[in-house]
């Protein structure tokens, strides 16, 4: 980084070798942490994908609460391998190293994710267990079609999450992993990870059901984990009944709500405004429309991106898809939608709009459709939408 990064006041610049020099001389030396399990533990930066990052504190208390809560100690066997994929300063990934440790399970990593390489370190690390997000799910499910069946035989459980999983992409991962245990893990940084979850059970429950309110729980997040609670409100802060809309909040002692600029975000009573969209069913299944800033509000109507996102990614032409707010002088919003095509596929905008309207209302036809190489995410596989809304606000060059 040196001759990259410009000197300013209050920035220390130190060479890699330097830091770990200094790392490695202090390692035997005794440690001064504090005891106080209020201490500050890490800083996270939220990933930012609708907006600028904040820094989420998570103390160790917080962290603790979850680990010792979700995680049986030592339970790992001898030979599983934990292959770790994500980036290290993400909750995931800061999840991952503390189960991991806590579990006495082996853990494998990998650099930046690219689906052939973590194919290839799955097999010969003989991993066993492993956490992607869905984008990286589908993109290793592509791998593994276009080898013809070879698998991923070490492989006994997947958890999964950071964003809503198309159905049609676990239903195939199941097909192609059978002796896989599946698991929708939802959580968030400022919540110290995992806060509902969707069990292996749940998942082949729903999968072999002809009930459509069971098959449906496979795009559900699951229940929520005995160490939290969950409620859903409307926007007058008004406790909502099952099936019914509204903001997810969450209370327990893994969850933080703390920002370093902003302080604490939990009310009076402990709970944390997630800033998710969702309802719970009348078993208590979490079932999220997505972020409550991607919410399309057009004439007062609200309108979730991802009911509009599944019909798309149902066209079999169809390989990814997002929908976001576009300006709309009538409506004041309207629904925008990205598109990438499977290569050697083609479909007009025109077909698209007709299959929405087709399954959907009329408010939720994409009134602007627009054909991409590739969308846009960050490195945790979450669709960066303000980049999108961006262009899609801008007029197509002439």
Not at 4 to 17: D, F, N, S, V, Y
Not at 23 to 37: F, L, Q, V
Not at 63 to 69: D, F, H, N, T
Not at 390 to 398: K, M, R, S, W
Request: a negative charge; charged letters at 20%.
């Amino acid at each position: 980084a040196e001759g990259r990064i410009q000197p300013r006041e209050g920035l220390t610049l130190m060479k890699r070798a330097d830091f770990l020099a200094a790392a490695e001389a202090a390692a035997g030396a005794a440690s001064t942490a504090a005891e106080d399990p209020a201490t500050i533990a890490v800083q996270l930066f939220t990933s930012g994908t609708t907006g600028a990052p904040k820094a989420a504190v998570l103390r160790h208390e917080n962290l603790s609460a979850y680990i010792i809560g979700t995680v049986e100690f030592g339970a790992a066997e001898e030979t599983d391998a934990n292959l770790v994929s994500v980036p290290p300063y993400h909750i995931a990934g800061i999840s991952a190293i503390l189960s991991s440790t806590y579990a006495a399970r082996r853990m494998a990593t990998i650099g930046a994710f690219e689906p052939q390489a973590w194919v290839r370190a799955c097999r010969a690390e003989s991993a066993s267990n492993a956490f992607v997000v869905p984008t990286m799910l589908s993109r290793i499910i592509d791998v593994l079609d276009g080898e013809g069946g070879a698998g991923l035989p070490s492989l006994r459980a997947i958890a999964y999450g950071g964003g809503r999983m198309p159905q049609a992409t676990i239903e195939r991962a199941m097909q192609l992993l059978p002796q896989v245990d599946f698991t929708n893990a939802y959580g968030l940084t400022e919540t110290s990870s995992t806060v509902a979850v969707l069990g292996p059970d749940d998942h082949r429950l729903a999968i072999a059901s002809d009930d459509p309110k069971i098959r449906r729980r496979l795009s559900s997040a699951g229940q929520p984990t005995g160490a939290v609670e969950i409620q859903i409100r409307d926007e007058d802060n008004t406790v909502l009944g099952p099936e019914e809309a509204g903001l997810v909040f969450v209370r327990g002692p893994q969850v933080s709500g703390e920002y370093l600029s902003l302080g604490s975000q939990l009310d009076a009573e402990g709970w944390f405004p997630t800033r998710d969209r969702g309802f719970l069913d009348a078993e208590g299944y979490l079932y999220l429309d997505g972020r409550a800033d991607d919410v399309i509000v057009r004439g007062g109507e609200n309108i979730s991106p991802g009911e509009v996102e599944d019909v798309l990614l149902a066209h079999p032409a169809v390989a990814d898809a997002a929908v976001v707010a576009v300006p709309d002088d009538q409506w004041g919003e309207g629904v925008g939608a990205a598109v990438v095509l499977i290569p050697g596929q083609a479909v007009s905008a025109e077909v698209l709009q007709d299959l929405v309207r087709s399954q959907l209302r009329s408010s939720r036809v994409p009134q602007v459709i627009r054909f991409y190489d590739a969308l846009p995410y960050n490195e945790m596989g979450k669709v960066l939408r303000r980049v999108i809304r961006d262009d899609l606000a801008e007029p197509v060059p002439a």
